[in-house]
């Protein structure tokens, strides 16, 4: 490993791209620092705090702590992700967009222009949603001050939300610096090292709940659970992450001309996690609108039949023993996980089309005929596979959830974030390895 970083810094090429990719990730993190002008920081660290929520965490968690700060990084990247997700739904069902998505690198230049577009639009609705808001609650004192002026309030709110879309514009613009001349990945990266940044803090708490009480002995027990339940969770997502299933393609011998064509041998990989981490954030944002939306309306706590559903939806109250009820609310959660990997995987692979290009190269699946049985099959597999994927990705998200219900160990890097990590990891190394060996270089992988 070591050996193949020291190749990795030798060729300049690759040396100058991690460069760059280093700096941008330190401008982000020192933006990340930067306040928004206009508005009381103190006075939403402290609203912060007393949300129990696991909505805000979850959003803190993804903007590496900004939301906190309140940071002209507030909003970070999860406009664009935002965006990207709903194109990319949007290019199933608009045809306009499919063909677009067919026409080569012109259209997808288009795509991601669309993108940034809409990234914008919702950037800015965020922030007009955020900036009115807390601005009520007094995270802009000019809001709550009688005496100033409409005019005044109408230009620090506005002041305010430009700060904030000016502040996730410019990330995704670092983030497609570093696709085109860092090391690739860029939003993904971008999104990584947010996460990162808030696992000191994490570690922190989990040693001054279970490690600094205890006695030396317990405390170094503690230490050792602590450690063998992290890196038991990264080693599954990473099996995760690269199991696959590789179903044989035989193609036909055919007469092109003279000469005689076909015959070889191939295979289509379909992996096991078809949907990634996908199905993971959409059930978490989902979960989290209840929470968050009573949040800004000031409707929680109190009892009654509301305050318990309420309950339900807040990730924090599940695996509870004195509170058995509101693990209800993870059947649901699981629910949504099984739904939306089956989802989204359906509009990513189409069996009928990849059974369509099949027969028209003349390729067939040993045993099975082309056409409609080639389909279904693909179809059997694929489901299977989702199943055993989305059954995974549960016991990734599970086990910081249920350590955090009976024991009361919360982070912000749970299940979610470690597989955002561990994937965004894996694929920036096997893309450094494949530069790497285009150089007769070992690669990071094959060590």
């Not at 300049?12 to 920081?41: A, C, E, H, W």
């Not at 002041?159 to 610096?177: D, K, N, P, Q, Y």
Request: glycine content about 10%; aromatic content about 12%; charged content about 15%.
């Amino acid at each position: 490993m070591f050996e193949t970083l020291r190749n990795a810094f030798k060729i300049k090429d690759i040396r100058k791209k991690l460069f760059f990719t280093f700096m941008m990730l330190i401008v982000v993190r020192l933006g990340s620092q930067l306040p928004v002008p206009g508005v009381d920081r103190t006075f939403f660290s402290e609203w912060f705090a007393s949300q129990t929520g696991e909505a805000f965490n979850f959003f803190n968690a993804f903007t590496g702590g900004s939301f906190e700060q309140m940071s002209i990084f507030a909003l970070n990247i999860t406009p664009y992700i935002t965006s990207s997700i709903i194109i990319q739904l949007l290019t199933i069902a608009i045809p306009k967009l499919e063909e677009m998505h067919r026409d080569g690198e012109d259209g997808r230049k288009k795509i991601t222009a669309i993108t940034r577009y809409v990234t914008v639009g919702l950037a800015l609705l965020e922030g007009t949603a955020m900036a009115i808001g807390f601005g009520n609650q007094g995270l802009i004192p000019v809001m709550s001050d009688s005496s100033a002026g409409f005019l005044v309030k109408a230009g620090t709110v506005i002041e305010v939300v430009a700060a904030l879309t000016a502040g996730s514009t410019f990330l995704m613009w670092v983030g497609e610096r570093i696709t085109e001349k860092g090391v690739g990945n860029g939003i993904s990266i971008v999104l990584m090292i947010n996460i990162l940044s808030r696992i000191p803090s994490d570690m922190y708490t989990l040693f001054e709940q279970f490690v600094a009480p205890q006695t030396i002995a317990k405390g170094a027990l503690a230490a050792v659970i602590i450690l063998a339940i992290i890196v038991i969770t990264i080693v599954l997502v990473i099996v995760l992450n690269d199991a696959q299933r590789k179903i044989p393609v035989q193609y036909a011998k055919k007469m092109q001309g003279r000469k005689l064509v076909g015959g070889q041998s191939s295979f289509i990989p379909l992996k096991v996690n078809t949907a990634g981490v996908i199905p993971v954030i959409f059930a978490s944002s989902l979960m989290s609108m209840p929470t968050m939306i009573a949040s800004f309306a000031g409707a929680t706590g109190g009892t009654g039949v509301g305050a318990t559903i309420l309950g339900m939806f807040n990730q924090n109250n599940w695996f509870n023993p004195s509170q058995p009820i509101y693990t209800i609310g993870f059947i649901l959660y699981a629910v949504l996980n099984v739904f939306f990997a089956y989802f989204y995987t359906s509009i990513t692979f189409n069996p009928i089309e990849v059974a369509d290009n099949m027969k028209k190269q003349g390729g067939f699946i040993p045993g099975i005929r082309p056409g409609k049985p080639t389909q279904d099959y693909l179809n059997k597999i694929l489901n299977n596979l989702i199943f055993i994927g989305v059954c995974g990705l549960l016991i990734v998200v599970t086990i910081p959830l249920f350590f955090n219900g009976v024991f009361g160990a919360y982070v912000s890097f749970g299940g979610t974030s470690i597989i955002i990590i561990v994937g965004v990891i894996l694929e920036t190394l096997k893309q450094i390895e494949s530069q790497m060996l285009v150089r007769n270089y070992k690669g990071f992988l094959s060590e």
